[in-house]
């Protein structure tokens, strides 16, 4: 399996290997997931930003009272 290689300063190994030690991982397991963590996340937004423009006009419709007042369509009551 490839591996990694990464230079800390002592400082910031410390810091890590108490950050692995509470969340009771190894610091191997903890790196590699620390590792993972922003993509997952990043896809995890792109995912949610997707689904949310996918369903807009149905949430609009369901829910005229929260939509934002600059997207209102023109005559409709202010809030």
Known sequence: MPSLNID???EELAAIRAEAR???QSLRQYVHDASLRDR???EFVNRALTWGDEHRAEFDEAFP????PAQRSIGAEAA
Do not use: H, S
């Open 8 to 10: 800390y300063t002592e």
């Open 22 to 24: 509470g969340a009771g």
């Open 40 to 42: 997952q996340r990043t």
């Open 65 to 68: 009272d929260e939509v934002p």
